[in-house]
């Protein structure tokens, strides 16, 4: 299992904590697509308030149960009473019934129209499960759902600085250079990017992957190199240098425009400049930024 795949899995976990407070519902599982022989499948491999074990690793195929059924759809479906509901097929009876499991629910995690997992939640009497369980599950998977779209823009971003940090020419390209404002497009993406990201070890690999690129395309140390700038500093001035303006820096960093104001008077103060494009300049010049 990867970083990532792992990060993925602690999402899907503490998700099961929160459908099981927010439907009331106190039985939770699910998992996340694997492919192997050339077939998709959900494995579950998260429980929460399960009595055996008889759901762990269980595979669920598109079509097959009430799970597969949602994947099938792409949308939410739920039985009142599973063992004897003519709505699914039953291949997965055997896993269920040592669970006792009669009222479940299941919901698609659908990242850009494409299922990347199930979350499950159930009762063990057949009872309906109203409109007010199910929409407070559905709400549970969306926040998965942007979560893992925000992973895969990380893990993007990343793969695409790596190759221009190995790419990168020994030359220095030119200001104007179509190939040099992607490397900084590149690092202003992901400094915009990594506060976002709840995970410390991929925060922390965006970030490294950041420092590489600025690391890469440093200009020789001028006057300004004993300079320390505050993270958040850095992050503005990436922004900025790519043509942001205060609005717009604060909506990619997730900051009020006064708090961006205030992060660039500092920078500013620190550099000893009386703009923003000089402040760029010099936290260039600097090796603050590439």
């Known amino acids: 299992m990867t970083a990532a795949d792992g990060g993925e899995a ?5 998700a099961l904590l929160r459908l099981r407070r927010g439907t009331g519902l106190p039985v939770a599982f699910g998992g996340l697509v694997t492919s192997a022989d050339g077939a998709s499948r959900v494995r579950i491999a998260e429980l929460s308030g399960t009595a055996t074990h008889s759901l762990n690793g269980l595979a669920i195929f598109a079509g097959h149960g009430l799970g597969g059924k949602a994947v099938a759809l792409a949308r939410p479906c739920a039985v009142t009473d599973y063992s004897t509901s003519r709505q699914i097929s039953h291949e997965y009876d055997a896993a269920v019934e040592p669970e006792g499991l009669r009222a479940v629910l299941a919901v698609p995690l659908v990242v850009r129209r494409r299922v990347r997992g199930l979350l499950y939640g159930a009762l063990r009497t057949p009872l309906p499960l109203g409109d007010r369980a199910l929409a407070s599950a559905v709400a549970v998977a969306r926040d998965v759902e942007q979560a893992l779209v925000v992973r895969d823009e990380a893990a993007a971003l990343a793969a695409a600085a790596r190759e221009a940090v190995v790419e990168l020419p ?21 400094r915009a990017l990594a506060p976002r990201i709840s995970d410390p070890a991929v925060r922390a690999e965006l970030l490294a992957v950041s420092d590489a690129l600025t690391a890469a395309a440093a200009c020789s140390p001028g006057p300004g190199s004993g300079v320390r700038l505050a993270p958040r500093e850095v992050d503005v001035l990436a922004c900025l240098a790519g043509g942001a303006t205060n609005t717009a820096a604060a909506q990619r960093l997730g900051l009020r425009p006064e708090t961006v104001k205030g992060y660039l008077r500092s920078a500013m103060r620190k550099l000893g400049a009386h703009t923003r494009w000089e402040a760029v300049v010099a936290a260039r010049r600097a090796g603050l930024l590439p």
């Open 10 to 14: 602690a999402e899907v976990r503490a």
């Open 170 to 190: 020994e030359r220095r390209y030119g200001a104007g250079d179509a190939a040099w404002e992607r490397v900084r497009e590149a690092h202003g993406a992901l």
